[in-house]
Each structure stands twice: as structure tokens, then as C-alpha cells.
């Protein structure tokens, strides 16, 4: 099957919307920049718990079990970092 050039026109994806200057102003504000370098952070410090101690998915349900989940990672790597300062 061939295409003729003027049926055929090239599939592309609809150019996304420009940012609009008050989100801007909002993104470039010192809190915004604050808040994405500690999510940055955070999740960091999760991958690394997560692949140093054998995260996996958690078998509690809700918040409260992520939280609990999440305070047995921290409390072992606390541990863990304890042990190396005493000896």
C-alpha cells in the first residue's frame, strides 16, 4: 500500500501548553525550589534504604502501615550507622 503526499500527513503530538506567568512566578519562588529539593531528597534517601536494606513493597495496609514500614527501614539504617560509630 503507498501513500499519496497529500493524504498522508505525519502523526505528531499536539505541542503542550506554555506555562502561564503567574505558575511561573510560582515554580521560581524560593518555597517551590525548597520543597522540590527536599522531595528530591527524600526520595533519595528512600532508594537508598530500599535497595541497602531489601525494600520491597509493603504488606501493611494504608498510611499508617507505610509509616510503620517506612520507621523499621530508618530505625535499621540508624542501627546500622550506631554500630559503625562505636566501634
Given at each position: ?20 506567568r503567574a505558575r511561573k512566578a510560582t515554580e ?42 517506612c520507621g523499621h527501614a530508618v530505625f535499621a539504617?540508624?542501627?546500622v550507622k550506631i554500630g559503625a560509630l562505636a566501634?
Amino acid at each position: 500500500m503507498t501513500c499519496k503526499p497529500s493524504a498522508c500527513t505525519p502523526s505528531r503530538f499536539p505541542a503542550r501548553p506554555r506555562p502561564h506567568r503567574a505558575r511561573k512566578a510560582t515554580e521560581h519562588g524560593p518555597g517551590f525550589r525548597k520543597l522540590v529539593k527536599w522531595r528530591t531528597g527524600s526520595e533519595g534517601r528512600i532508594s537508598y534504604l530500599k535497595h541497602t536494606y531489601g525494600w520491597n513493597r509493603t504488606q501493611l495496609d494504608g498510611k499508617e502501615g507505610a509509616a510503620i514500614w517506612c520507621g523499621h527501614a530508618v530505625f535499621a539504617h540508624n542501627l546500622v550507622k550506631i554500630g559503625a560509630l562505636a566501634s
